[in-house]
């Protein structure tokens, strides 16, 4: 169980959209805008592909873009390509007193068909 | 090009205890803090702590604080993670991160921007 909620796995054909969403509380994503996301392909480690709910870092594609309504955050990935295919985590901060300030997702695997 | 270069892999026995250091260039390395997290075969990461390699100052998490020790070396431009009285359950990969929080974990941005390649303990008899 982690402390944030994601599909296991997602899939989208080449070209198309696709939407990964982090599911967290009012103690953490309801309440700030410290939900960021990364991208991690098989063996390697995790890359930063966006902070503070929406902002994206210099050099990640203008097709990851992300956004959040309530305590659900969302990562859309447009114009799938198979470079695409990886695992992806959202992450918060958190003033829950019985977690660690910051907590990731579970995971979710993207499959470019 | 900011890079973070970590030490090699390693196997340890159950009760002994790691040392991992992260090597940093292309950037002022007390300008940022760095962050460490791991993450289990097959599963997520998990978030262990930061230290400030302005101040020093750190936060643990509370799972670990009685066994982990973050320090840095600023001539060398290195961070340290230390883990102790390790178990089967530690068996890892352990990331260091580049992280804009700075003075206090209170009043942080909680995002790692600048990652290590990642460092594989195996604790096993």
């Known amino acids: 169980q982690t402390a944030l909620t994601q599909p296991a796995s997602v899939s989208g054909s080449p070209g198309q959209s696709i939407t990964i969403s982090c599911s967290g509380t009012s103690s953490d994503i309801g309440s700030y805008e410290y939900v960021s996301w990364y991208q991690q392909h098989p063996g390697k480690a995790p890359k930063l592909i966006i902070s503070e709910v929406s902002n994206r870092p210099s050099g990640v594609s203008n097709r990851f873009s992300g956004s959040k309504s309530g305590n659900t955050a969302a990562l859309t990935v447009s114009g799938l390509q198979a470079e695409d295919e990886a695992s992806y985590y959202c992450s918060s901060y958190t003033s829950s007193s019985t977690l660690p300030y910051v907590i990731f997702g579970g995971g979710t695997k993207l499959t470019v068909l | 090009q900011v890079q973070l270069v970590q030490s090699e892999a390693g196997v340890r026995k159950p009760g002994a205890s790691v040392k991992v250091s992260c090597k940093a260039s292309g950037y002022t390395f007390t300008n940022f803090g760095i962050t460490w997290v791991r993450q289990a075969p097959g599963q997520g990461l998990e978030w262990m702590g930061w230290?400030?390699?302005?101040?020093?100052?750190?936060y643990y998490v509370h799972k670990f604080e009685d066994r982990v020790t973050m320090t840095f070396d600023t001539p060398t431009s290195t961070a340290y993670m230390e883990l102790r009285s390790l178990r089967s359950d530690d068996t890892a990969v352990y990331y260091c991160?580049?992280?804009?929080?700075?003075?206090?974990?209170?009043?942080?941005?909680?995002?790692?921007?600048?990652w290590g390649q990642g460092t594989l303990v195996t604790v096993s008899s």
């Open positions: 991160a580049r992280d804009r929080t700075i003075y206090d974990i209170l009043n942080g941005y909680y995002y790692f921007d600048y």
């Open positions: 230290i400030s390699a302005y101040n020093g100052n750190t």
